[in-house]
């Protein structure tokens, strides 16, 4: 992130969608609209050429999808956090982005409010898992995924986190902020933050939302 504040990419093919938010971020002081992109493809070509911090994504989008390219630029770069956007709050689309790399979901009928929170929360490295919803969506899915596909090496893996970590896990994927998971335990928020980096170090995913849909695959989370 920028001294300029949090650089935004907007890939959507409804140009009233990319002209609206646009309007709405770019009000906001902390936040830039650094692009805009009317495809998958062009949504890799620009986050390579701007190196926004978040992509506001569109799922069902010509040329490339949303899933495919988020999948694209998460294996492409380490720093850009994609934030899925959909019509619908329980979309199997959104689970396979959120499988491909996506650090969140928002709906496209969100507040301006909302929408700039979302960003914030995603740029900061936290994930945008609102239990009322992601938890919803995850834990249904997860019950028609079969046997755990997200990382291959950490099928398992769960065996090496200790009880505390197993606990920060399970919270992670209820949707709750480093800051709750802090609440809850009685622990200090750097605390928090330790067990998580160590979390992904030892199951091999690259955030914490994967790590909340691997805890449903794995079946550390059932449905509730």
């Known amino acids: ?13 409804q140009m009233m969608v990319r002209e609206g938010f646009s309007v709405l971020l770019g009000a906001m002081p902390d936040i830039e609209v650094v692009g805009e992109a009317v495809n998958g493809r062009e ?17 069902r989008m010509p040329e490339l999808n949303g899933i ?17 956007l959909t019509t619908f709050d329980l979309d199997e689309y959104v689970y396979q982005a959120l499988r491909a790399g ?13 929408l700039a929170e979302g960003v914030r929360v995603v740029a900061s490295g936290e994930a945008l898992l609102a239990p009322s919803v992601t938890k919803r969506l995850i834990a249904e899915f997860a019950k028609l995924s079969g046997t755990p596909r997200l990382v291959p090496a950490a099928r398992g893996a769960y065996g090496d ?6 606990e920060v896990l399970v919270l992670i994927a209820q949707g709750l902020s480093n800051a709750e998971i802090a609440q809850c335990l009685v622990v200090a928020e750097s605390t ?30 059932t449905p509730g």
């Open 1 to 13: 992130m920028t001294g300029g504040g949090i650089r935004v990419l907007i890939a959507d093919d």
């Open 43 to 59: 949504a890799v070509e620009r986050v390579r050429e701007l190196s926004p911090d978040v992509v506001l994504m569109d799922i």
């Open 68 to 84: 495919e390219a988020t999948r694209q630029i998460v294996a492409a770069d380490g720093t850009a956090k994609v934030l899925v």
């Open 102 to 114: 996506a650090s969140g979901f928002l709906l496209k009928d969100a507040s301006a409010r909302r």
């Open 161 to 166: 986190l200790t009880d505390r970590e197993t």
């Open 192 to 221: 928090i933050k330790t067990h998580v980096s160590r979390i992904l170090v030892k199951l091999g995913l690259r955030d914490r939302t994967q790590a909340a849909v691997f805890a449903y695959e794995a079946r550390l989370v």
